[in-house]
T-cell receptor, first 113, second 116 residues
Framework: DAKTTQPTSMDCAEGRAANLPCNHSTISGNEYVYWYRQIHSQGPQYIIH???NNETNEMASLIITEDRKSSTLILPHATLRDTAVYYCIVRVNYGGSQGNLIFGKGTKLSVKP | DGGITQSPKYLFRKEGQNVTLSCEQN?????MYWYRQDPGQGLRLIYY???????QKGDIAEGYSVSREKKESFPLTVTSAQKNPTAFYLC???????????????FGSGTQLSVL
């Protein structure tokens, strides 16, 4: 199973870009990289996902390296409401049918005024 | 509004008691999941269901049971065999099992289960 490695915690100043790294060196060719975040005592919220190309949506940008062994989630203008635990996840396949997302401990991002 | 609803928000279990956590979705999703989260930890998969009347064990299924009689509903029972049930339980759903790898999970707001 492809695993991910993330820093335990990070700080970011309000209004600045938050760059959250993730290593997934054992990722397979058809596995997607997903990012979710979880605000305390709530369910995780989907942010973005990608396969090879960089992706952008209204919440964030996802930069995937050419060898796909690492990626970076970018929150362009962090606000206090972005304080949360961010999970980087690689999709795992079981027998070719739907894979299940394996959540590690994530990165606790603290946005400070 | 479409979404996934978990109830109750807080639940207390007495010693030797079975309790059932509710999860309902109106997103017309085929797949549903139950995760357990302990303080400061990530999510661990308990059970998942890819289609009605079928479900599979996840990584920590012992002491839990589920049913999937309706597409919209995936209740989780925490049995007396689960000796350490205190945790935050999250239900999730996804569009479908067999179409592609490109799917995202939608989560409920969770149930906090505590032992009296």
């Amino acid at each position: 199973d492809a695993k991910t490695t993330q820093p335990t915690s990070m700080d970011c100043a309000e209004g600045r870009a938050a760059n959250l790294p993730c290593n997934h060196s054992t990722i397979s060719g058809n596995e997607y990289v997903y990012w979710y975040r979880q605000i305390h005592s709530q369910g995780p919220q989907y942010i973005i996902h990608g396969l090879k190309n960089n992706e952008t949506n209204e919440m964030a940008s996802l930069i995937i390296t050419e060898d796909r062994k690492s990626s970076t989630l970018i929150l362009p203008h962090a606000t206090l409401r972005d304080t949360a635990v961010y999970y980087c996840i690689v999709r795992v396949n079981y027998g070719g049918s739907q894979g299940n997302l394996i959540f590690g401990k994530g990165t606790k991002l603290s946005v400070k005024p | 509004d479409g979404g996934i609803t978990q109830s109750p928000k807080y639940l207390f279990r007495k010693e030797g008691q079975n309790v059932t956590l509710s999860c309902e979705q109106n997103l017309n999703h085929d797949a549903m999941y139950w995760y357990r989260q302990d303080p400061g930890q990530g999510l661990r998969l308990i059970y998942y269901s890819q289609i009605v009347n079928d479900f599979q064990k996840g990584d920590i299924a012992e002491g839990y049971s589920v049913s999937r009689e309706k597409k919209e509903s995936f209740p989780l029972t925490v049995t007396s065999a689960q000796k350490n049930p205190t945790a935050f339980y999250l239900c999730a759903s996804a569009l479908g099992s067999y179409r592609s790898l490109d799917e995202k999970l939608f989560f409920g707001s969770g149930t906090q289960l505590s032992v009296l």
